[in-house]
T-cell receptor, first 115, second 111 residues
Framework: GENVEQHPSTLSVQEGDSAVIKCTYS??????FPWYKQELGKRPQLIID?????GEKKDQRIAVTLNKTAKHFSLHITETQPEDSAVYFC??????????????FGKGTHLIIQP | EPEVTQTPSHQVTQMGQEVILRCVPI?????FYWYRQILGQKVEFLVS????????KSEIFDDQFSVERPDGSNFTLKIRSTKLEDSAMYFC?????????FGEGSWLTVV
């Protein structure tokens, strides 16, 4: 089955600086890579996703890059703000038919924004 | 914005008891899922459900677990005989196409 590794487990950055979280996956059949943000005691919320036919996607301060050959993908957050503090999870799955197979999550990165 | 809703938000149960967690997926979604998250750990896939049957399940989803869509709106997860290690947050999710949306979760404590 799929295995997703995520690094680092904790990341502390100064407010206004950039943060980068990296993930690798093992199954070359995976073609869908979402990123979720989870605040303490809350549900995971999708913040951005990318499919394997695209190398990069950006949404305001958030961007995701995908390297299919190396099987790794990264989340980039620029101009970090205190409200970005949360646990971020990467995930991988394959899209088939009309929906996604079960997501395999990484272990999460606790992002801490220092004021 | 439509949301996945779950009940109960928190349940405490005795070891060995049966538990049913309930979910109402987003109305036009076709795929339904259950995930769990043990405190402080990653989110783990349990099962996916499409067209009134299980489409995929993980190793965690053993014979003690079952899912059902008893009517047109609800999607349930049953744990037949709970164990201490079943204590976790259980998230229901649904999707149409690529994007999976999670409910707020049901926190299960087995004592």
């Amino acid at each position: 089955g799929e295995n997703v590794e995520q690094h680092p487990s904790t990341l502390s950055v100064q407010e206004g600086d950039s943060a980068v979280i990296k993930c690798t996956y093992s199954d070359s059949a995976s073609n869908y890579f979402p990123w979720y943000k989870q605040e303490l005691g809350k549900r995971p919320q999708l913040i951005i996703d990318i499919r394997s036919n695209v190398g990069e996607k950006k949404d305001q301060r958030i961007a995701v890059t995908l390297n299919k050959t190396a099987k790794h993908f990264s989340l980039h957050i620029t101009e970090t703000q205190p409200e970005d503090s949360a646990v971020y999870f990467c995930a991988a799955s394959s899209l088939s038919g009309g929906g996604a197979d079960g997501l395999t999550f990484g272990k999460g990165t606790h992002l801490i924004i220092q004021p | 914005e439509p949301e996945v809703t779950q009940t109960p938000s928190h349940q405490v149960t005795q070891m060995g008891q049966e538990v049913i967690l309930r979910c109402v997926p987003i109305s036009n979604h076709l795929y339904f899922y259950w995930y769990r998250q043990i405190l402080g750990q990653k989110v783990e896939f349990l099962v996916s459900f499409y067209n009134n049957e299980i489409s995929e399940k993980s190793e965690i989803f053993d014979d003690q677990f079952s899912v059902e869509r008893p009517d047109g709106s609800n999607f349930t997860l049953k744990i037949r005989s709970t164990k201490l290690e079943d204590s976790a947050m259980y998230f229901c999710a649904s999707s149409v196409g690529n994007t999976i949306y999670f409910g707020e979760g049901s926190w299960l404590t087995v004592v």
